[in-house]
């Protein structure tokens, strides 16, 4: 990161210049796809892989889909002015990213927490908050903490709490790392930080039912 921007701003800087994907990007993932069948051995000519290319490609874009989209596009101008001033919880947002190292799935939940500041946001909101950052290559730990400056920069709200846990294929399915572990991360912002009965409300309201 540059100076002494944030985790989110810098993920803004490195994908303000990605240009969207046209044909010729298009084509260019579809040819290295082929060259990927090649490379291990496959038959691309055989029945069961002719097309396996285009529709890696499509799926490949839809997956990193989040590159082109901006806080701005996701939000939508759904911020209400409200009164309410305690804390607003978004539990078990599902969470499909892409760990940035290995490019194999990492799948999970989010839990996203804020205290007002005289305005809310529209809820569906919140899990497309999630969602953007996730269709990115990701690693866990600056996702969670993408997603709270995002709600921070986006409501200016007294506080922001995320929680992310998540499954890692990259680890599941390799070698002798091979276990079924599950990752925890968190970034807490604001009141959540420095009030210790706000962080404990927020946990008690993560565990219950």
């Not at 940035?100 to 927490?113: D, K, N, S, T």
């Amino acid at each position: 990161m540059h100076n002494n921007e944030t985790e989110l701003e810098a993920a803004e800087r490195r994908i303000r210049n990605i240009p969207r994907c046209g044909a010729a990007k298009r084509a260019s993932m579809e040819q290295s796809f082929l060259q990927l069948l090649q490379a291990i051995g496959e038959d691309p000519n055989r029945e069961g892989l002719l097309r396996t290319p285009t529709r890696a490609a499509n799926a490949f874009e839809f997956l990193t889909n989040g590159y082109r989209q901006s806080l701005d596009d996701v939000v939508n101008g759904a911020i209400f002015e409200s009164d309410a001033s305690e804390i607003i919880l978004v539990k078990d947002i599902e969470l499909y990213s892409m760990c940035e190292h290995h490019l194999l799935p990492f799948i999970g939940r989010a839990h996203v927490a804020y205290i007002p500041n005289g305005k809310v946001i529209g809820l569906s909101k919140v899990a497309r908050l999630v969602d953007v950052f996730a269709r990115r290559l990701q690693i866990q730990e600056n996702l969670t903490v993408q997603i709270a400056d995002a709600l921070m920069k986006t409501l200016h709200p007294a506080g922001v709490g995320v929680v992310v846990e998540a499954k890692h294929l990259c680890m599941m399915m390799r070698g002798v790392e091979k276990q079924n572990s599950v990752m925890k991360t968190s970034c807490l912002l604001g009141t959540f930080k420095e009030d210790a009965r706000t962080r404990s409300e927020f946990l008690s309201l993560l565990v219950g039912t």
